[in-house]
């Protein structure tokens, strides 16, 4: 176990643009953009996009940033290229229940054609039926039918008109009614007065007669209806026979004009069938009335006739390539099921089967659609009725709820049609195992699992793949192109970004984000916002857009380093102190990250209280800080087992520490004030330390590991280097360093040092100029003269006397640490 100082090569990596294999990015534009490091998710994409079977739908899990989103994308639009271009969607008028559309499939670009075939129809029949009605032979065997009618109505009349007489009644028709009047012995009508002057035998007899003549009008109208219904029974038949015809000719024609196979055709005969027998049934309202306001009343029943006739093609694929591949942004309940429009019209809402409008999931079937978790989970309903779609397959458009607005004069309920759409929803990772857990039936229907990575290993062809993202986005963006210097240093940020220099950052979005501002840099640094072609972007201007975001993200940090300087926040650079070190941490702001000191402190003296956590004790500190003093309070203990049981009780604390503390990170620097404390050995206060502790004194990596040694390096050199500042990090580390250029060349001029220690006892030993002790003899139940450990351990067969003492009623002088 050996303490190592490290050189400049082991503190960042640094990649030689000449190792890139180009001059600048647009050599590159011509390479497809990859999966960069996401090796993984690409096959897993592959195999669920290219499975059409049930269920296989995608759940994208990972990082926001990530792609995740755009590349998945590019392979649905790449997989439904190759496929056929789905039907198109039609609704149509329901004959036997208009609430009930119905739905038909049509080939593609045939929706559109049979829409406007209809069309021509509707507007060919308004023409063409009128002038068939008007013909001379249609006339002249009209005329025949109503003088047959006529001949047999006359001559049962006459009979009537003769019954009426021989009873003193003259009989004649007005306004379509029969009205009798009785006659007196001059031959003219009596009046009311005269009649009733009458003798009473006579007015009775009149009752009689005029009892008998209703009822032979009775009689008369039983013989004549039917002859009328025969008569119009045998004109629409006229009509019909006139223009069935010319009908079945034009129905003809549009099923001719679909010459593609269609699936529906059964349902689509059956539709034309039905509108033949409803022309047929309405001819009527194709002849101009008699009267004016007969013939509003018939224009308006006829151009409602005629709209029933209207195609609504909701989904028209009509000069597509490929199957759809949709990205929905806006997954609110009528966007994705579609919806049902409305019109309010005298304070009642107005609706038919041609306001039905489909939503994202009709218009992807045979495709894809793209779906962010998220989005969905905001409104209860969607969630709710997508779950039944995956269940059935079928997608059911439902009216939206009318809430205070009129009533509907009718509710539709639109024929259901079924959805081949495989669905690629994006998540994060704890969404996508809640759903695991909370919702196994929905999880099931999300069979293929594409995993995002955050991070991945470097290598050459990764590197090569960032290139080729840099190029394209250069492309997309209108922006200069990177030269290989810059594209290296862009590589570089990347291993910063998850503090590794094996692996790089899968987050291409903070890539893309320095790109836009390296490149700005450049137009700014030339002087013009010309022509992007004839710049190219260096290294140093991606240096100055790093420089800027600091600058412009710093503030807090800048704020805290301005109160240790000033003295308020009290941190120790220089000299040596007992129980106190300066120990690492990192602050996490979301869109700034850095590194400061903070000094922990430890008190020890005589008793039984063990190790106290004083953050614990006023619940200032978190679950992992806790456990972090458990483990070293075992250590602590596992070292001076052979003088067990201990009397000690120490005290640790986060001086001036007032948001709280989270992590095991300071455990190796609580532990070496606990036995500075004990040995009276101070501690070099220009050396801060970081790094976790387990039970076995081995030293742990740590997070955040370049903002915290960037940290302390700031505040080193704010109050002036000496050559003996450093710090001291766990040996597991050491490949997640990527400090930058500053403690990079202070390193190399030997101002500030960097040590690595695998084992506790190394860092004791080089934080307190002594021998730690360790490792120990295991024969030797005490640790060599004169190293720290042995001096602690004086110090706690001093503190077990002293309570011995005090437990016997004595008070002796206790020492204190």
């Known amino acids: 176990m050996t303490i190592q100082n490290l050189s400049r090569a082991d503190l960042r990596l640094s990649l030689g643009a000449d190792t890139l294999g180009f001059a600048d990015t647009s050599e590159l534009l011509q390479q497809s953009l990859p999966w960069v490091g996401q090796d993984r998710a690409e096959q897993a994409a592959r195999f669920g996009l290219g499975l059409e079977q049930p269920d296989y739908n995608l759940f ?51 929706g559109r054609q049979l829409r406007q075939l209809m069309a021509t129809l509707a507007r060919t029949l308004q023409t063409e039926i009128p002038l068939r009605l008007s013909s001379e032979d249609f006339k002249a065997e009209g005329e025949r039918i109503r003088n047959a009618y006529k001949v047999e109505e006359s001559k049962a009349y006459a009979e009537l008109d003769t019954f009426a007489e021989a009873r003193h009644f003259t009989l004649f028709r007005e306004s379509g009614h029969l009205v009798f009047t009785l006659i007196g012995e001059a031959g003219h009508a009596l009046t009311e ?55 079945d000719h034009a129905l003809q024609d549009i099923r001719a004009n679909l010459k593609k196979q269609i699936k529906d055709s059964v349902k689509l005969d059956s539709y034309l069938d039905q509108v033949s027998h409803d022309v047929l049934e309405n001819l009527e309202l194709f002849t101009p009335a008699d009267n004016e306001d007969d013939e509003l009343e018939r224009h308006d029943a006829l151009a409602q006739l005629l709209a029933s006739y209207t195609v609504n093609v909701v989904v028209d694929n009509d000069g597509c390539t490929g199957a759809p591949a949709i990205v929905e942004e806006n997954p609110v309940f009528r966007v994705l099921f579609g919806s049902i429009e409305y019109q309010a019209e005298e304070d009642v809402l107005m609706t038919d089967f041609t306001r039905i409008r489909a939503g994202s999931l009709l218009k992807a079937h045979g495709g894809f659609l793209m779906l962010h978790l998220r989005d969905l989970l905001t409104d209860e309903l969607v969630w709710e009725k997508l779950r039944r779609y995956l269940r059935s397959g079928r997608v059911q458009i439902e009216e939206p709820g009318t809430g205070t607005l009129p009533m509907p004069s009718m509710s539709l309920e639109p024929e259901a049609v079924d959805a081949d759409v495989k669905i690629v929803l994006i998540g994060s990772v704890e969404q996508y195992y809640a759903l695991q857990e909370g919702d196994p039936e929905f999880a099931r229907r999300f069979r293929v699992k594409v995993d995002f990575a955050e991070s991945f290993l470097a290598n050459a062809d990764t590197r090569a793949g960032t290139a080729i993202f840099v190029a394209h986005t250069c492309r997309k963006l209108g922006l200069p192109h990177f030269s290989s210097s810059a594209v290296a240093r862009l590589l570089e940020d990347t291993h910063r970004e998850v503090d590794d220099q094996t692996r790089q950052s899968a987050i291409f979005a903070r890539t893309e984000t320095l790109i836009v501002e390296a490149a700005a840099k450049r137009r700014a640094r030339s002087g013009t916002n010309g022509n992007a072609d004839i710049l190219i972007v260096e290294a140093a201007d991606v240096d100055l857009a790093l420089a800027a975001r600091r600058l412009r993200h710093d503030y807090p940090e800048q704020r805290l380093r301005q109160s240790i300087a000033e003295g308020d926040h009290m941190i120790s650079v220089q000299g040596t102190r007992i129980g106190q070190i300066n120990g690492l941490t990192q602050i996490d702001l979301g869109d700034w990250r850095f590194g400061l000191p903070v000094r922990v402190s430890a008190r020890t003296h005589a008793g039984h209280g063990g190790v106290l956590n004083i953050e614990r004790e006023v619940s200032m500190s978190g679950p992992i800080h806790d456990k972090g003093v458990l483990i070293l309070h075992t250590y602590l203990t596992s070292l001076f087992a052979h003088v067990a ?51 076995h004194g081995d030293v742990l990596p740590v997070g955040g590991i370049n903002e915290k040694i960037e940290g302390w390096f700031r505040v080193c050199e704010a109050q002036g280097l000496d050559r003996h500042q450093g710090v001291l990090i766990p040996e597991r580390n050491r490949r997640h360093l990527m400090l930058d250029a500053a403690v990079l060349d202070a390193v190399d001029q030997g101002l500030f040092h960097i040590y690595t220690a695998s084992h506790a006892g190394d860092g004791l030993a080089l934080l307190t100029g002594q021998a730690s002790g360790l490792p120990c003899d295991p024969t030797i139940d005490a640790y060599p003269a004169d190293s720290v450990l042995a001096r602690a351990e004086t110090t706690l067969l001093a503190y077990r006397r002293a309570c011995r003492l005090a437990a016997q009623g004595r008070a002796p002088k206790r020492p204190r640490g």
Do not use: W
């Open 60 to 110: 994208v899990l990972g990082e926001v940033g990530s792609g995740r989103s755009s590349l998945l994308l590019q392979s649905m639009q790449a997989v439904a290229a190759t496929r056929p271009v789905p039907p198109d969607l039609c609704y149509l008028h329901n004959f036997d229940a208009p609430e009930r559309p119905r739905a038909l499939r049509m080939p593609p670009g045939q």
């Open 193 to 247: 007065n005269e009649a009733r002057a009458l003798p009473k035998e006579q007015r009775t007899q009149i009752d009689k007669s005029e009892e008998e003549l209703r009822v032979e009008i009775a009689r008369f109208l039983e013989k004549t209806r039917p002859l009328e219904r025969v008569m119009n029974e045998a004109l629409a038949a006229l009509r019909r026979q006139s223009v069935k015809p010319f009908l």
């Open 645 to 695: 049981p201990l009397a000690l009780s120490a005290a640790i604390v986060f001086e001036q520490e007032y948001q709280g503390v989270e992590g095991d990170s300071a455990s190796c620097a609580e532990l070496f004030a606990v036995l500075s404390a004990l040995s009276g050995q101070p501690l070099q206060q220009g050396i801060a330390v970081t790094g976790a502790l387990n039970q």
